[in-house]
T-cell receptor
């Protein structure tokens, strides 16, 4: 079966750095997405990785290792507004998006 | 402004009633999707459509129906056959598969509560 694993919840301090991991086992791979979702709102696109390596976009970076079936989202200089759930999703060989359950990130002052 | 709209944001229905959720997009995207989100779970695909007048079942299509008569619109009907319809419903759209990154963009969602 297809599976995406991410931690259920993480806590970090304002101004710090946090890394949210995602491991996947899917039938084929056509890219990995990270989305941010605030409570009660729709997911918003953060990043897309299809090749191995690190993609940096401001305070957020996303890393992919296809051989390990592994990705992480790195958030720097954490702000209170970063409190949200972070969803990892993989595009499989049929171009279907397989979603993880999401990681709830709690930021403390 | 380009975007996806869903209405209403909150919807209450009595058990046994059918209800239709609206989804409209003006992004000129060919592909549209309906997801269901329950607490502590990932998004689950209900139906998707790659082109007008065509749609495919997702992982949890039972108890739901859709239509795609226009490119801009992809309404979802939650029928009385759906055993546990209370959930947060999300509509998304993207460019067609293989046409790029397939990034999906989401509407604001409709929270359906069946009483």
């Amino acid at each position: 079966g297809q599976n995406i694993d991410q931690p259920t919840e993480m806590t970090a301090t304002e101004g710090a750095i946090v890394q949210i991991n995602c491991t996947y086992q899917t039938s084929g791979f056509n890219g990995l997405f990270w989305y941010q979702q605030h409570a009660g709102e729709a997911p918003t696109f953060l990043s897309y990785n299809v090749l191995d390596g690190l993609e940096e976009k401001g305070r957020f970076s996303s890393f992919l290792s296809r051989s390990k079936g592994y990705s992480y989202l790195l958030l720097k200089e954490l702000q209170m507004k970063d409190s949200a759930s972070y969803l990892c999703a993989v595009l499989d060989s049929n171009y279907q998006l397989i979603w993880g359950a999401g990681t709830k990130l709690i930021i403390k002052p | 402004d380009g975007g996806i709209t869903q209405s209403p944001k909150y919807l209450f229905r009595k058990e046994g009633q059918n209800v239709t959720l609206s989804c409209e997009q003006n992004l000129n995207h060919d592909a549209m999707y309906w997801y269901r989100q329950d607490p502590g779970q990932g998004l689950r695909l209900i139906y998707y459509s790659q082109i007008v007048n065509d749609f495919q079942k997702g992982d949890i299509a039972e108890g739901y129906s859709v239509s795609r008569e226009k490119k801009e619109s992809f309404p979802l009907t939650v029928t009385s056959a759906q055993k546990n319809p209370t959930a947060f419903y999300l509509c998304a759209s993207s460019i067609p598969r293989g046409g790029g990154t397939d990034t999906q963009y989401f509407g604001p969602g409709t929270r359906l509560t069946v009483l």
